[in-house]
């Protein structure tokens, strides 16, 4: 069993597009992380969430924590080939780094 | 560049092996960690260690084992392989070993066994 989803697997859009992911999982978190990986690079650390309801804002890339802080999602607004890749959130059930609990991911294609 | 460095970037070898990873961290980073990354599983976090010494300790198996060296370069040893051991093993380094310090991946370790 996964503890934290992601959705959808993939996504393939047109540049310009709009698009939201989510993590979602029925276990709380102390925090989440998002980051992003490309093909032959290990994953990239976008932001880190800490509070419940907490938004934060990366250019085009909009974070929000759920309340519960049980779940996030990632919405990115008009797209751009640079932005494929694939997106893994990580939830942290402990005070350290290593105790973080990866999704499978999303893996996003933007076409121009 | 995230400034970690692991070695090889390729490796392939017989069921029943052993292998060594290495890993060097970002100059000044204490804390290394190392993952797992398969198609069925994912990115799962296999353990870490802060200044030499072991932090914590993920889904590694039994056949695996890791050290930290006194110059804070890593290796991740697995033993006995089997073909289910094929995967991607990142290292990661960070400063700290708090969760809000970042942690900065390697380019990974991309394991065959055949």
């Known amino acids: 069993t996964q503890l934290l989803e992601q959705s959808p697997q993939f996504l393939s859009i047109q540049e310009g597009e709009n698009l939201t992911v989510y993590c979602n999982s029925s276990?709380?978190?102390?925090?989440l992380q998002w980051y992003r990986q490309e093909p032959g690079e290990g994953p990239v650390l976008l932001v880190t969430?800490?509070?419940?309801?907490e938004v934060k804002k990366l250019k085009r890339l909009t974070f929000q924590f759920g309340d519960a802080r049980k779940d996030s999602s990632l919405h990115i607004t008009a797209a751009q080939p640079g932005d494929t890749g694939l997106y893994l959130c990580a939830g942290a059930r402990g005070g350290s780094q290593g105790n973080l609990i990866f999704g499978k991911g999303t893996k996003l294609s933007v076409k121009p | 560049d995230s400034g970690v460095t692991q070695t090889p970037k390729h490796l392939i070898t017989a069921t029943g092996q052993r292998v060594t990873l290495r890993c060097s961290p970002r100059s000044g980073d204490l804390s290394v960690y190392w993952y797992q990354q398969s198609l069925d599983q994912g990115l799962q976090f296999l353990i870490q260690y802060y200044n030499g010494e072991e932090r914590a300790k993920g889904n590694i198996l039994e056949r695996f084992s890791a050290q930290q060296f006194p110059d804070l370069h890593s290796e991740l040893n697995l033993s006995s392989l089997e073909l289910g051991d094929s995967a991607l093993y990142f290292c990661?380094?960070?400063?700290?070993?708090?969760?809000?310090?970042?942690?900065?991946f390697g380019q990974g370790t991309r394991l065959t066994v055949v």
């Open positions: 276990s709380v978190f102390s925090s």
């Open positions: 990661a380094s960070s400063v700290g070993s708090g969760l809000n310090t970042e942690a900065f």
């Open positions: 969430v800490v509070t419940g309801g």
